[in-house]
DNA sequence: CGCTGACCCTGACGGC
DNA sequence: TGCCGTCAGGGTCAGC
């Protein structure tokens, strides 16, 4: 569910609840994640202010004076402010309650999110290793182009490895690709320095359509604010196989990559 | 080191 | 109505 524009507009929805108050109380219903939720969690949380709130690829990261907390939405999670009273619901499985009243409520049926605790100096090992950003200005064609030389698996999973740049997922992957006219199975080590510079610069500007969205909403995703996305509507090949291409009208073609649909057309894609 | 596929889990959907 | 296979926006990890 959640790609980099969807984690952004929750971190956005979310922050002016929680930052700057002090957390009341961290209730862990179902702790069985991802990796399990650490068990003294709830006692690190309690009674702390919280300092500021930030995204680093698709992780939120909760700054408090003693640690971080780790969030992520993997596939299916996604993040609520509701009403203390408001009845839990199935896959509620955490909640946040902070000063002022209001919960900050994840909800996750696949499980696949996780939170996580990290203290001291240095970065937990999951945000260590992690490429760039790609919305900031150390990522552009120069770098697509250098770390990709010699490497042969398709331009598309390249471009999803989160040790080239974070934060592409497979939606944004397929409509950059189309948008910048590259076919997503050519070998990453091919392709030309001009070609990704196009490519950096669709990547930058699907995102940004996308957060001015309020990200994309497929079946179920919601900001923080319970508000859907609407970028589905702008969506150029993604869920789209088999359908015209919005430029050459030639059907869409589909095939699997890494084991992620892949939607692309044939005459405008090379 | 780079690449591929299995795997984690629930739910929705289509075919029979 | 139900059963079965397939697929889904994420990422890690083992094995070659």
Same mark, same amino acid.
């Given at each position: ?31 069985? #994640?991802?990796?399990?939720? %650490? =068990?003294? $969690?709830? @006692?690190?949380?309690? !009674? ?6 930030? *995204? ?70 999951? #945000?260590?290793?992690?490429? %760039? =950003?790609? $919305?900031? @200005?150390?990522?552009? !064609? ?6 990709? *030389? ?121």
């Amino acid at each position: 569910m959640p790609e980099l524009p969807e984690v952004e507009t929750t971190l956005r929805g979310i922050e002016p609840y929680l930052v700057n108050r002090k957390i009341k109380r961290l209730i862990v219903r179902n702790g069985s #994640l991802r990796w399990p939720v %650490p =068990e003294q $969690l709830p @006692a690190l949380m309690a !009674g702390q202010r919280i300092l500021a709130l930030e *995204r680093r690829a698709k992780y939120l990261l909760l700054k408090l004076a003693s640690g971080t907390a780790i969030l992520h939405l993997g596939m299916s999670g996604n993040l609520r402010i509701v009403e203390p009273q408001t009845p839990v619901g199935k896959h509620d499985h955490v909640d946040l309650l902070v000063q002022g009243g209001k919960l900050l409520r994840f909800n996750d049926p696949r499980r696949f999110g996780c939170l996580l605790w990290h203290s001291g100096p240095g970065q937990h090992s999951l #945000l260590v290793g992690l490429g %760039p =950003e790609p $919305l900031s @200005a150390s990522f552009d !064609g120069e770098l697509l182009y250098q770390r990709s *030389r010699g490497r042969k698996a398709p331009v598309k999973t390249f471009i999803m490895d989160n040790k080239v740049v974070v934060g592409v997922g497979n939606i944004y992957a397929n409509e950059a690709l189309f948008g910048a006219g590259v076919r997503p199975a050519r070998a990453a080590g091919q392709i030309s320095l001009d070609r990704y510079r196009r490519l950096a610069d669709e990547i930058k500007d699907v995102l940004t359509r996308a957060i001015a969205q309020g990200g994309t909403t497929l079946k179920d995703f919601v900001g923080g604010d319970g508000k859907p996305g609407y970028f589905k509507q702008q969506l150029q090949v993604y869920g789209r196989a088999g359908l015209a291409c919005p430029v050459c009208q030639r059907s869409l073609t589909e095939v699997r990559l890494g084991q992620r649909s892949t939607v692309f057309c044939k005459s405008c894609q090379r």
